[in-house]
């Protein structure tokens, strides 16, 4: 079942908005999303929260310039997902520009796991590094930390994902969510922590006088990256976050970017000219992200750091041909997965827990949110790790924190989660096998208590009616140029239409004709090959059709029922 529910415009908000010189349509959808004044707006650099206001800038700045003073050698080890390669990339391309011997790893996912484990500090200890430097992970590595405390090196946190109880004994955290740190945008990504690890490097720098001989390095230049990892990484887009994202767009739009960033615009077959955040959440990201699902990251993480643009589009075409062999994978996981599903009430369930032997451990958490979208339920797929263990990624619905669900599973039953993290709507975590069946037990009854049955029903937040005048190529341009995403939805709009008519598409997507008030529309609704009665209440998207060279109004069916 699922209820469309138009969302609450608070008047004061939009009067506010559209006195201030707002178009009147963006000003209905941005005081719908909490925007209360034109300053909240300004996607300038200069509204940019400072790079001091994060706790440990200063003090990581310090210590990266007496090591690159020193000639001291850094190793980055980064996470193997799209925010952790693009913060790599950010912090290789930004010390090396201030002069660093920097080198960087990424663990396998499938031998070595998540994060700076003993194990991995074993591995960089071969490099000698003398500055131990961790992206999009960390904080949650005590045991890893103090390896490389042991070793003789210096280690720097930067991560964005929640602490434990403890926190690792590094010489610097940086991490908006560490306990006492004031920084007001708790969403930013990994990435954006090292990208304001970096600027506060180099006011540390300019200080010292180490660009009185030398140009000024133009961190600027990076926005490309740290606005492809903030959106792939689904964090919420916050006024802070939305400036990121907003700033490197608008550089990928007028051409200014990393080579392999526009390689990887080719290869998915989108123009730069015209990005959007769709672009990176849906056709950048998943491209890096298959490396690190099916091969090594390493191969993302060198595309973003090439400056051949030859050697980043083969790169580019690697990436491509894994995506595809990941979507071929996810499709048999999944198909698998539903098969299990046939007998299952998700009325008389709050959660869901799968597991089937054979499955792909990179791919397990795109499975869960699959699953967790078409029954709206939270998910947790697991696949086989190491011996006798089982690893899970988990998708979860508004309503749930998951990671804090998981935090009451191990209080509950302390023996029964070897290890977990993660944020409200996605976490990772490991248990033994033999626990599988005691897992779901205690998980569903968690869950159930922490979520309400309203929780449980899917729903559609709209914008209400768009009035016909809005129904224009102008507007679904004008709206594809914003910045929407995680916490600052795209619009929905919702309406009555006139089913004209109607057919497959290759078996598997509706495409209508519908109309309203006379005039009529091109519509369609992708995985879903059911038939649409003659009148429908349908919530939908506004956006531009491209088809032989020629634009048109299309409307996206995000759900429909009988008017």
Known sequence: MTRIQPRQIPQRALTALTDGGIHPLLARLYAARGIRSKHELDTSLKALLPPDALTGTREAAQLLADAIEAGARMVIVADYDCDGATACAVGIRALRAFGADVHYLVPDRITLGYGLTPPMVEIAARLEPDVLITVDNGIASVEGIAAARAHGMATVITDHHLPGDVLPEADVIVNPNQPGCDFPSKALAGVGAMFYTMLALRAELRERGAFAERKEPNLAELLDLVALGTVADVVKLDHNNRILVSQGLQRMRAGRMQPGIRALFAIAGRDPARASAFDMGFALGPRLNAAGRLSDMSLGIECLITDDAGRAMNIAQELDRLNRERRSIEADMQEAALLRLEEFDAGNKASIALFEPDWHQGVIGIVAGRIKERLHRPTIAFARGNEGELKGSGRSIPGLHLRDALDVVTKREPDLIVRFGGHAMAAGLTILEHHLDRFRIVFEDVVSSL?????????????????????????????????????????????????????????????LELSRQGVRYDAIQFNHAGGAPGDIRAAYKLSVNEYNGVSSVQLMLEHFEPA
């Open 451 to 511: 979520l309400e049955p309203a929780d449980l029903q899917r729903r559609i937040d709209t914008d209400g009616a768009l009035e016909g005048g809005y129904m224009s190529l102008e507007v679904a341009r004008l709206l594809d140029q914003e910045i929407w995403g995680q916490g600052f939805p795209a619009p929905v709009f919702d309406d009555v239409f006139r089913v004209e008519r109607q057919r497959l598409l290759k078996d598997r997507h509706l495409k």
